[in-house]
């Protein structure tokens, strides 16, 4: 029942906003950032990745992981912007506390999925960016990419050496990845994913067709080490230019682009191969875009 049982739902609703606890920042960023994953995740159709549709390439994933994996990430999240807000500049001692929280969000997401990587490269980009958000809430999505580039320039003490999927990859084909991304403050969301995404919903495309536009933009200009992993230079450069190909045909919101669209898609699962690091620079953009306003 309401609240106010002798006033009308007009009334009400004009109350509520005032009665609404304010929360604080770092709920907030945490909020975007998860909504970001959600909205990636839920996303449909991307090429390669786990979407409403199906799988994609991945066997070991569904959607409703996804979404268990991106809740988990919450107190993470939360604790990431709190720690800027706390050191309130970038240094060491910010940077060896992030890595500590990156560490322990990986450690929530394994728990939470059953030791699948479903955000590895999430937690990365979207904890910098939380954190750089933090430091100065009003700043544009330039000026926090930066920010967020500068962090992730500082080398964490503590890091362990791991030898991941990205770091063979660096070594075997010479790419850089997720690390080199991040310290040149993330050129593949602000330079493509970004403006496809403005460009498209100018333009007339939905918000869905703009965001799978946006996620093309990403993919035909990033040396994602996923498809790297798995594919090699030949499944990369087949997607780069398959990506490109939707949007040269007119994107997903022309039925020209969404028949390129589906056999990009075809040739993906083909490869067997998924665009992860574009997904996670996908969600990037989906922060930075509502994240200035909050
Ligand atoms: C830098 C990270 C991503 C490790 O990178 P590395 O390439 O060695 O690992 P891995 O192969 O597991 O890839 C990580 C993921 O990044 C994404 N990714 C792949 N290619 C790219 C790319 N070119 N650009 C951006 N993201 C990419 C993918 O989702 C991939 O799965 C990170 O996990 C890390 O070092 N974490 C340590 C904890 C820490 O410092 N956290 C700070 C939190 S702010
Ligand atoms: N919708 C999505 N579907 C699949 N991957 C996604 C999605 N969104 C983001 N990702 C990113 O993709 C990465 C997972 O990709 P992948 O499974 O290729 O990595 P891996 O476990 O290192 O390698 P592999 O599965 O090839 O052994 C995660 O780190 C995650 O951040």
């Known amino acids: 029942m309401s609240a106010y049982p ?13 009665r609404r606890p304010q929360l604080c920042l770092a709920d907030q960023l945490a909020d975007v950032a998860v909504e970001a994953l959600i909205d990636e995740a839920e996303l449909s159709p ?26 988990a990430l919450w107190p993470c999240l939360r604790q990431m912007a709190e720690a800027a807000e706390y050191h309130s500049e970038i240094g060491l001692p910010l940077r060896a506390e992030l ?3 990156g560490r322990e969000g990986e450690a929530a997401m394994l ?17 910098l960016l939380v954190a750089a958000q933090a430091l100065q809430p009003k700043a544009d999505a330039m000026a926090v990419a930066a920010r967020a580039g500068r962090i992730a320039l500082i080398d964490d003490p503590a890091a362990p050496r791991q030898s991941s999927h990205g770091a063979q990859v ?9 690390r080199e991304q991040a ?48 594919a090699g230079p030949q499944g990369l ?28 898609d075809a040739q993906l699962l083909q490869l067997n191969a998924s665009p992860g690091g574009a997904a996670d620079l996908l969600a990037a953009c989906l922060f930075l875009d509502k994240a200035g306003s909050l």
């Open 183 to 230: 310290q040149q403050g993330f050129p593949a969301a602000l330079e493509h994913g970004l403006p496809q995404l403005r460009r498209s919903r100018a333009s007339g495309a939905s918000e869905s067709q703009a965001r799978v536009d946006a996620l093309l933009a990403i993919m035909a200009a990033l040396s994602d080490t996923c498809v790297l992993w798995r």
């Open 111 to 127: 728990a939470t999925t059953g030791g699948v990587n479903t955000h590895r490269g999430a937690i990365w980009a979207l904890g």
């Open 99 to 101: 890595g500590r929280l």
């Open 6 to 18: 002798n006033l009308s739902a007009a009334a009400c609703a004009a109350i509520r906003p005032l």
């Open 46 to 71: 991307k090429p390669g990745l786990v979407d409403r549709r199906s799988s994609g390439a991945h066997s070991d994933m569904t959607l409703a992981l996804m979404h268990a994996s991106a809740l």
């Open 170 to 178: 660096r070594q075997r084909y010479g790419a850089s990845g997720a």
């Open 237 to 264: 450069h087949q997607v780069q230019s398959g990506a490109r190909a939707v949007l040269e045909a007119g994107g997903s919101a022309t039925l020209q682009g969404r028949r390129r669209l589906r056999q990009l």
